[in-house]
């Protein structure tokens, strides 16, 4: 983790604490204000009349938006929560050998020439598209590697590279990616050696919902997500304080 990250996580923790602090101060403030109104009797028509229908009738639309807003809730916070394990790891979790990628750039989405799809006989069936989440299978030292197969491995800085593998030679494997106009080896001047080498792609993916998860993984999109989960349960615990208030002075009305 470099200086400019660092710098980047502390600025964003400061100015987080500096919103949801005033954010905080303003829900009190009106909490306060609304309940020397009450118990000014400012809302006793509205109060009476909101407690007298949910006498009457249960208020299943209440209850809906409750199941709603807490499903939503999770969702986020599951968002969120993977965001920041994928952040602070670096790294793939795997299970049973494999793992589920998302796709960040549009390299394999498609033949760049007629000349590379007639090559692969235009078999589209390993392409995928930036945003979509692929399964990949751990590959180990004992498998057998298949020119026009798709596979994943590391380069230079660790990043997972999930391209064609073109060539298979003596000295290292030539990968490329079918949207783009060079191999990546005339693009690195370095081949891909065996031990690079980590993932097979299975032919598995689930198309575009990946962009949620890139979106979680940037340092914008986790301050997002947080300001909206903070949003939606202040607003929920300053609901819940107007009700016990509403409920408190119902009970001096009846």
């Not at 390299?107 to 692969?120: L, T």
């Not at 202040?234 to 009970?251: G, W």
């Amino acid at each position: 983790m470099n200086s400019i990250t660092i710098i980047t996580i502390v600025v964003v923790a400061i100015l987080t604490v500096i919103i949801f602090g005033l954010t905080w101060l303003a829900y009190s403030s009106c909490i306060k204000a609304y309940r020397l109104e009450v118990n000014q009797g400012k809302h006793d028509e509205d109060i009476y009349k909101e407690y007298k229908s949910k006498k009457k009738k249960k208020n299943k639309l209440a209850l809906f938006s409750l199941i709603c807003s807490y499903t939503l809730l999770t969702a986020l916070l599951s968002l969120f929560t993977l965001g920041i394990v994928y952040k602070a790891r670096g790294e793939n979790l795997e299970l049973n050998n494999q793992t589920v990628l998302v796709i960040k750039s549009g390299s394999m989405s498609a033949f760049y020439d007629e000349e590379i799809a007639s090559y692969y006989n235009n078999d589209t069936s390993l392409q995928f598209d930036v945003g979509d989440i692929c399964v990949f299978s751990r590959v180990s030292s004992e498998d057998e590697l298949v020119e026009g197969e798709v596979y994943g491995y590391k380069d230079k800085n660790n990043n997972i590279i999930t391209h064609r593998l073109k060539s298979i030679l003596d000295n290292g494997y030539e990968f490329r990616g079918d949207n783009n106009p060079i191999s990546d080896y005339e693009y690195t001047k370095k081949l891909v050696q065996r031990e690079d080498i980590i993932y097979h792609y299975t032919a598995k993916k689930v198309p575009a919902i990946g962009s949620f998860i890139l979106f979680a993984q940037s340092y914008f999109g986790l301050w997002s997500l947080l300001g909206i989960i903070g949003v939606s349960v202040s607003a929920e615990v300053v609901y819940y304080k107007i009700e016990k208030i509403n409920k408190e002075r119902s009970k001096k009305l009846w």
